[in-house]
Nanobody, 125 residues
């Protein structure tokens, strides 16, 4: 079992930056693919970024490519999402997720095994 706790959300002006963190419990964190998803009211959870177990592979949604950077520190059991050049359309609840697949990076939220409680990111225009 893995527990995930996100932090770092908040209110920022368009063009600004935020860094989200996701702290994980459990000794198997380093074997999981980790991802960030986001969700707005009435819409399905949307993939944003994912990172392989050792950080060697990353994958981004087109909507965030070039602006968001996912990284992880396995020694600290933490995954990060650095967001720059934020836009009002980035406003959402951001969720951290873990996938036990180890080697396959997936982009569908239903395929992830563990979830955090979410952190709100609001970008004002």
């Amino acid at each position: 079992q893995v527990q995930l706790v996100e932090s770092g959300g908040g209110l920022v002006q368009a063009g600004g930056s935020l860094r989200l963190s996701c702290a994980a419990s459990g000794r198997t964190f380093s074997t999981y693919v980790m991802a960030w998803f986001r969700q707005t009211p009435g819409k399905e959870r949307e993939f944003a970024a994912a990172i392989g177990w050792n950080g060697g592979r990353t994958y981004y949604a087109d909507s965030v490519k070039g602006r968001f950077t996912i990284s992880r520190d396995n020694a600290k059991n933490t995954v990060y999402l650095q967001m720059i050049s934020l836009k009002p359309e980035d406003t959402a609840v951001y969720y951290c997720a873990a996938d036990r697949s180890y080697s396959v990076i997936r982009t569908t939220w239903k395929e992830y095994d563990y979830w955090g409680q979410g952190t709100q990111v609001t970008v004002s225009s």
